[in-house]
């Protein structure tokens, strides 16, 4: 054994000093030969392919002769050997340059050792991880502790080697887990840790923190505790850089971790119910709260994450009164320094500014901490001092930072959902978030009477920052509760699909905006098995859902899941009525329950609430007098059953609210915000508003009702914009909910009862629609072009396009809308041919009216003039109405229709990168194309103005194929359009635009306009199909032909007047404005004065892809092609004339495209 341990000393030393790579390949391979004879193949060598003997993990590395520490006794050599072997695997990433070789500096030797070739990199690679693999299986020994501590210490600049040496460290700790308690060396092993942990390099500290929780665990408490103080040590101490700090919490937060699994598993419940007796040792408890607390204050964001985290876990493993006392120690914090006394905290409408809060770091890392407790702290616990917690949480709601608002109105949306099986707590909820916020009527109904260039009237908020005025009435309070608004309202929605319909019924009814796109005849037309597979496995996803959504937050069930629960307490579900509702209800098997349980716990939230509204307005006479007249505190025994807490002082003051009355207050507070000055409020209102609007049709669609009643009007008002948004919100759901009442899903188990729901919900809005559109029509027909009138035209093209609409109302609403929509393409494209000869109606500017500011502004930022404000009101109608545009469309007469097509086609263009706008424009270009085109080929009427919106059309699709965003795939797309549309047109008037916007495509030097023939003097008859062509003599001289120009400034097409649009002024893509800049266009071809002045950005745009290139002209050849089959089927050779007219390059262009 002395030579052979001898010879591996030796060949380690030889290693060590390797001046090239093969003598490195030599020296391995030989200790591995030498181990090898150690130990025999049956132990952990097996012989490979080759020569080489390649480790297997397999050997009992415990047995003496295999020891490195026997086999390699001077400690200098094995640290060496230890830094190499862990330096030369990890380090090529680390190689510099010595001339024209790559080379490597060993940490350990100060060698210089090339990088190798790829062959050589593998076979070294191979042979250290081979080598690596024998080490992780070594015994724990003070001498390859010292090994490892070396190799950290040469390795120290490089961080790949230091983090990979770490990971191996701390898996080699792992693998002797069970001899660390008696180790003799455990000072030694806290010191590496903690250096990893504090490393400056962030992967080293998450390799080792992620590690350490095995590690400590089998550590004494004795050196757990020290391994501990050493951490809180360094994350106290004023001098510890942010990174040491981060590695120390880390490490805390791991050490606490170990105690969770040491408590009951709780993978049984998933409701994360808190233990009987806390599982955590002294050590922790006593500075645990000291430590987070004041890294919550940290201005690093990850350190008051991981702080958070760290206490998060700590609860877990504690008893619940041990986070009932975190969590008032929390409260405790957030009140520190802000509000001085209760007395004000029992009242937050009296608090007046200016205030002083806690800093925003603390806040929003207190609130997490506060957010974790409330899911695992049971809520009979709470019930003591719930005004003070729902106060503070209010006060916080009002805090400055935006951040700090976000995380309070998280808190708001769990306390709902914790409460969910006990409504009179959620009504509560919602009264305190409506306190102190009266909705002011002036502002709410006054008329708008401003003029174009005047704002609408906003009213002007005061901040938190002031020094006058009450808390509340900030805008960053309101703000705070309608972010707590939007986060309940969506929270109610998921409850009551989940409870009433089930989980497989939420893939029908969810919709994450209401402002979705309709689903299209496509979709629609989806086999009948997709459907039932995507029911199938969406009922498995959402039950899972289902399942944690109904046990985390039932306390009073914690100890059983939602089936087990199910299968003790009831024995059958059914649908009973309930004077007007009709509710789920459970039926309670015989036995002790422990408690009494609410028979409404295993509904909606919704649904509760209705019951309850229903016995306290003596609505159900099946309901005794006694509990109608019950206290709060009755329907909390009701609920809560035998946890409930004994009757507290405050408990007997409240009056609780139907929650009818609330949510109106609630949507009269969101309308008032959507007037308000600050944008902030303004945005959050639009969140707001679509949610809240379905809560209010689930729970009872009559507070709609007399909305639209009572303030649909011609007067526009903020009421009145609202009551047209509450209406298109409204008829959006209609149409979402019509597919499932027509074809309900197979897992509804009660599908008369679910239909009777929503049919409820349908019928409402359906009776209303015929009683609304009048007033909108005379809204739209205002000499306004502002949201209000973008909203009523969009929400009437909306009702036309999905519901019935008495005849007698049809034609004057449609009418309504057309004008309004051409006038309005009038006055923002006033230069086009559309304008001009087709619409045929004044696009002076000046008689545009539209207000620059406020909330029926449709300009992000004021305008510099009308124009600018025209194509932001035109964006505004277009994105709103494109996706009913193709079903309103289809139901009007074809006269009425030719004349939008030259419109929707140049929408297309405008529109192409918007890519929802362009696809529905392009569906609804083609649909609408082959009824005008059917009805010119078969109809004997007058068809001038039908040809002449064809011809028009086809100007336009010419235009888009210039336009170098639109990808072959759009454009193959727009050219099958082309064809559907040219064939009832005279070839000689269509055929030179697309000649000319194909050659601009396909090569810089051509350029193409638009504005050409016919001019305003031809005979519209020319431009017909249906008139003998007489065949044409390439030598005519070209002046007697319909010639027209080739180049117009800022060329291609139609599209140069959008070029004044003011960018920080546009909703459009910020590529498209710069595409549409005067004098340029990125989409196509430039003028010759453009090219030497153009410097844009997008230049790097204009790079020729050889792939896309023969793509798009494959799908020009195969369309002209077919061009030329339709041309020539009218008169032959007419093709072939057109074609000889052209420019020679051109004409030679068109041949080499149709030839390839």
């Given at each position: ?15 060590l ?8 390949q ?11 004879d150690?130990?025999g ?10 020569n080489?003997?390649?480790?297997h ?13 026997v ?9 060496k ?22 080379v490597?500096?060993?940490s350990?030797t ?10 050589m ?10 080598i690596?693999?024998?080490?992780i ?15 950290m ?20 700790l ?6 660390l308690?008696d180790f003799?060396?455990t000072?030694?092993?806290q ?13 080293i ?5 992620k590690s ?6 089998h ?19 004023e001098?510890?850089?942010?990174q ?9 937060n ?30 922790i408890s ?16 990850t ?6 985290k760290?206490?998060s ?9 041990e986070?009932?006392s975190?969590f ?9 320094d802000?509000v001085?006394s209760?007395?004000v905290l029992?009242?937050?409408?009296s ?14 890392g ?8 409330i ?20 006060l916080?709601?009002s805090?400055?930072?935006s951040?700090?608002r976000?995380?309070?109105s ?32 002036d502002?709410?109904q006054?008329e708008e009477?401003?003029?174009?260039d005047q ?6 908020r005061?901040?938190?920052t002031?020094?006058k ?8 309070s ?11 309202m969506?929270?109610?929605i998921?409850?009551?699909w ?14 994450q ?12 037309n ?26 985390v937050?039932?306390d009073?069930t914690?100890e ?11 024995r059958?579900v059914?649908f009973?009525?309930?004077g007007?509702?009709r509710?789920l209800?459970y ?7 422990g ?7 295993l509904?909606s939230?919704?649904?509760?609430l ?8 003596n ?5 005794s ?10 329907k909390?025994q009701?609920?809560?059953g035998n946890k ?28 008032e ?10 945005r ?14 689930w729970?009872d ?5 007399e ?21 298109q ?16 899903p197979?897992t509804?188990q ?20 015929p009683?609304?559109?009048?007033s ?7 000499s306004?072009y ?14 036309h ?7 007698d ?16 393409f ?10 001009k ?12 009216s539209?207000?620059?500011e ?5 300009c992000l ?5 009308k124009?600018?404000?025209a ?6 109608f277009?994105s709103?109405?494109?996706?009913a545009?193709q079903?309103?469309l289809?139901?009007?007469?074809v006269?009425s229709?030719?004349?939008?097509m030259?419109?929707v086609?140049h ?18 270009l ?16 007058d068809?001038?103005?039908?040809l002449?919106?064809?011809h ?14 639109a990808e072959?795939?759009l ?8 064809l559907?549309?040219?064939k009832?047109?005279?070839p000689v008037?269509?055929?030179?635009s697309?000649?000319?916007a194909?050659?601009?495509?396909v090569?810089e030097g051509?350029h193409f306009?638009?504005d050409?023939?016919p ?9 017909s ?10 030598s005519?001289?070209l ?5 027209e ?5 800022g ?9 004044t ?6 909703s ?11 004098g340029s ?6 003028s010759p004065?453009?090219?030497d002045?153009?410097?844009s950005d997008?230049d790097s ?15 020009f050849?195969?369309f ?22 052209l ?5 030679s ?8």
């Amino acid at each position: 054994m002395t030579s052979s341990t001898n010879g591996l000393c030796d060949c380690a030393m030889a290693l060590l000093s390797a001046k090239s790579s093969t003598d490195e390949q030599i020296m391995l391979k030989s200790i591995h030969r030498h181990l090898s004879d150690l130990t025999g193949a049956a132990k952990g060598f097996q012989n490979g392919n080759g020569n080489q003997n390649h480790f297997h993990g397999e050997m009992s590395t415990h047995h003496l002769e295999s020891q490195i520490v026997v086999l390699i006794s001077d400690q200098d050599v094995l640290n060496k050997l230890t830094c190499y072997v862990f330096d030369r695997r990890y380090g090529w990433s680390e190689a510099g340059r010595d001339g024209m070789r790559r080379v490597r500096r060993m940490s350990s030797t100060g060698t210089t050792l090339e990088a190798s070739d790829g062959h050589m990199k593998a076979v070294l690679n191979d042979l250290l991880d081979n080598i690596i693999r024998w080490y992780i299986h070594q015994p724990l020994s003070v001498q390859l502790v010292h090994a490892f501590e070396y190799t950290m210490k040469q390795v120290s600049d490089v961080h790949v080697v230091r983090n990979r040496t770490i990971i191996h460290f701390m898996e080699w700790l792992r693998q002797n887990q069970e001899e660390l308690q008696d180790f003799e060396c455990t000072q030694l092993i806290q010191k590496l840790i903690i250096a990893a942990l504090t490393d400056v390099w962030s992967a080293i500290r998450n390799s080792c923190a992620k590690s350490l929780g095995p590690i400590v665990s089998h550590l004494s408490v004795v050196e757990q505790e020290k391994i501990f103080q050493k951490l809180v040590k360094l994350c106290v101490s004023e001098t510890s850089s942010w990174q040491a700090v981060e590695g120390a919490i880390m490490g805390i937060n791991s050490i606490i971790q170990q105690y969770t699994e040491k408590a009951d598993s709780r993978s049984t419940t998933p409701q994360f119910s808190l233990h009987n007796q806390s599982m955590v040792p002294n050590f922790i408890s006593s500075e645990i709260h000291n430590v987070v607390f004041k890294l919550l204050y940290h201005s690093q964001l990850t350190i008051r994450e991981h702080a958070a985290k760290a206490l998060s876990t700590y609860i877990s493993c504690s008893d619940v009164q041990e986070a009932y006392s975190t969590f008032q120690q929390v409260i405790q914090q957030l009140l520190k320094d802000v509000v001085g006394s209760t007395d004000v905290l029992s009242s937050v409408e009296s608090i007046k500014l200016p205030i002083q809060f806690l800093d925003a770091y603390a806040a929003e890392g207190l609130l997490s901490v506060c957010l974790s407790i409330i899911k695992v702290l049971p809520l009979q616990m709470m019930l003591s001092d719930w005004l003070t917690y729902t106060n503070t949480f209010l006060l916080y709601l009002s805090h400055p930072a935006s951040t700090v608002r976000q995380a309070t109105s998280s808190i708001f949306r769990y306390l709902v959902s914790k409460c969910s099986h006990c409504p009179v707590l959620v009504s509560l909820l919602l009264q305190s978030l409506v306190q102190g916020w009266i909705p002011n009527t002036d502002i709410l109904q006054r008329e708008e009477k401003t003029t174009a260039d005047q704002s609408c009237s906003s009213h002007v908020r005061a901040s938190v920052t002031s020094n006058k005025g009450f808390l509340l009435d900030a805008w960053e309070s309101r703000e705070g509760r309608l972010l707590a608004y939007e986060l309940i309202m969506k929270f109610f929605i998921k409850n009551h699909w989940l409870y009433t319909f089930g989980p497989a019924a939420s893939s029908q009814l969810r919709r994450q905006n209401t402002d979705s796109e309709i689903q299209s005849e496509d979709e629609e037309n989806i086999p009948e098995e997709k459907i039932k597979e995507h029911e199938r496995t969406h009922s498995i996803s959402c039950t899972e859902e289902f399942e944690k959504t109904s046990v985390v937050f039932h306390d009073s069930t914690s100890e059983q899941s939602l089936p087990q629960m199910r299968r003790m307490f009831y024995r059958k579900v059914q649908f009973k009525s309930e004077g007007r509702l009709r509710v789920l209800e459970y039926e309670k098997m015989n036995g002790d329950t422990g408690g009494r349980i609410s028979r409404y716990s295993l509904l909606s939230i919704l649904s509760q609430l209705q019951n309850i509204d229903c016995t306290v307005n003596n609505k159900n006479p099946n309901v005794s007098q006694q509990i109608r007249n019950s206290t709060f505190y009755q329907k909390l025994q009701d609920t809560l059953g035998n946890k409930t807490p004994p009757e507290m002082e405050w408990m007997t003051s409240v009056q609780l609210t139907p929650l009818k009355q609330t949510l109106k207050r609630i949507l009269l507070q969101t309308v008032e915000s959507l007037g308000d000055s600050q944008w902030e409020l303004r945005r959050i209102t639009k969140q707001v508003l679509p949610c809240l609007a379905e809560v209010i049709r689930w729970y009872d669609i009559g507070t709609l009702e007399e909305i639209w009643q009572a303030h649909l009007s011609t007067r526009p008002s903020l009421l009145t914009y609202a009551a047209v948004m509450l209406l298109q919100e409204s008829m959006l759901h209609c149409i979402h909910l019509t597919p499932l009442l027509q074809r309900p899903p197979s897992t509804w188990q009660h599908e008369d009862s679910c239909k009777q729901i929503l049919q409820k919900i349908v019928s409402s809005v359906t009776d209303q629609i015929p009683t609304c559109l009048p007033s909108l029509d005379k809204l739209v027909q205002r000499s306004r072009y502002d949201r209000l009138s973008v909203l009523a035209a969009t929400t009437i093209i909306l009702a036309h396009a999905h519901f019935d609409i008495p005849s007698d109302q049809r034609v004057s609403q449609i009418a309504s809308v057309l004008s309004y929509w051409k006038l309005l393409f009038g006055f923002t494209h006033p230069n086009t041919r559309i304008s001009k000869e087709l619409l045929q109606q004044g696009t002076d500017i000046r008689l545009f009216s539209s207000p620059f500011e406020g909330y029926l502004s449709c300009c992000l930022v004021k305008p510099e003039n009308k124009f600018q404000c025209a194509k932001q009101v035109e964006k505004v109608f277009v994105s709103a109405s494109h996706r009913a545009l193709q079903s309103f469309l289809q139901k009007l007469p074809v006269e009425s229709v030719c004349s939008l097509m030259p419109i929707v086609a140049h929408y297309s263009g405008l529109f192409i990168e918007e890519s929802s706008i362009c696809r529905n424009m392009r569906d609804c270009l083609h649909r609408v194309g082959i009824r005008v085109v059917e009805y010119v080929t078969q109809s004997r009427d007058d068809k001038q103005t039908c040809l002449m919106c064809l011809h028009l059309t086809l100007k336009e699709l010419a235009a888009i194929v210039t336009l170098k965003s639109a990808e072959v795939h759009l454009v193959q797309r727009y050219l099958s359009i082309y064809l559907t549309l040219c064939k009832p047109m005279n070839p000689v008037k269509h055929l030179r635009s697309i000649f000319l916007a194909i050659c601009s495509r396909v090569s810089e030097g051509i350029h193409f306009s638009v504005d050409h023939s016919p001019r305003p003097n031809d005979d519209l008859c020319l431009l017909s199909n249906d008139i003998p062509i007489p065949s044409t003599n390439s030598s005519e001289s070209l002046s007697d032909l319909d010639v027209e120009d080739t180049v117009i400034i800022g060329s291609p097409g139609h599209f140069p007047e959008s070029l004044t649009l003011n960018l920080s002024n546009s909703s459009l893509p910020s590529g498209l404005i710069s595409s549409l800049s005067q004098g340029s266009d990125r989409d196509g071809a430039k003028s010759p004065s453009d090219k030497d002045s153009e410097s844009s950005d997008w230049d790097s745009w204009d790079e020729d892809n050889n792939e896309e290139q023969s793509a798009l002209t494959q799908a020009f050849g195969e369309f002209l092609k077919c061009l030329k089959k339709i041309c020539d089927s009218s008169s032959h050779g007419l093709f072939e004339a057109e074609l000889k007219k052209l420019e020679t390059r051109e004409r030679s262009l068109i041949r080499e495209i149709i030839s390839n």
